[in-house]
Structure formats: structure tokens, C-alpha cells
């Protein structure tokens, strides 16, 4: 875990690593309890994204996704994906 965006004078934070090349994948799932800390939220998930797709970074934003991609990691372990070539496809 790093320090967010809107604490600059925490070190790291997440745009420093972002910036430095550090990170090369972000999970980042928003939650609050509290209407006021849901503003300040809302302007560091985007700033997060925004520098994530600026630099290239793939970005996971829900606890589904994140849950699935690690699944698939899990059976790529295991499995071989089928390659097949797209022609027989094309008469369908």
C-alpha cells in the first residue's frame, strides 16, 4: 500500500511510483464511510487513473474484476489457452 495522491508530503505516494516506473499494474477499489471523505476520493481515484493511463498502466476499479483477473491468472498457471486460427470463424 501506498499514500494517495492528495498527500503530497507523504512519501511515496502513488504518483511518485507511478512517475518513477515502480508500478507496473494498479487494483484500486474506492470505498468511504463518510460523504465528506467521498469528494476527496472522487478526485484522487481520478487523478489515479488519469496518471495510470498517461504512463501505460493497466487499472482494476471493482472487486469483480480484480477477483476474475486473478482467477484467470490462477488457471493460466495451470491451463494452456487455445490458439486457433480466426478463418474457420469467418464462415459462421
Known amino acids: ?3 494517495k495522491i492528495s498527500e503530497p508530503q507523504r512519501k511515496p505516494n502513488i504518483a511518485d511510483l507511478l512517475y518513477e516506473r515502480k508500478i507496473n499494474f494498479i487494483i ?3 470505498s468511504t464511510s463518510t460523504l465528506e471523505k467521498y469528494v476527496g476520493m472522487l ?3 481520478y487523478q489515479i487513473r488519469r ?3 498517461e ?3 493497466p487499472v482494476l476499479t471493482t472487486t469483480e474484476l480484480a477477483d476474475s483477473f486473478a482467477k484467470t491468472l490462477e488457471w493460466l ?3 494452456e489457452t487455445t490458439k486457433k486460427p480466426l478463418e474457420p470463424y469467418e464462415t459462421l
Open 43 to 45: 478526485l484522487d481515484e
Open 1 to 3: 500500500m501506498v499514500y
Open 55 to 57: 504512463l501505460g498502466v
Open 77 to 79: 498457471r495451470h491451463n
Open 28 to 30: 484500486n477499489v474506492p
Open 51 to 53: 496518471k495510470a493511463v
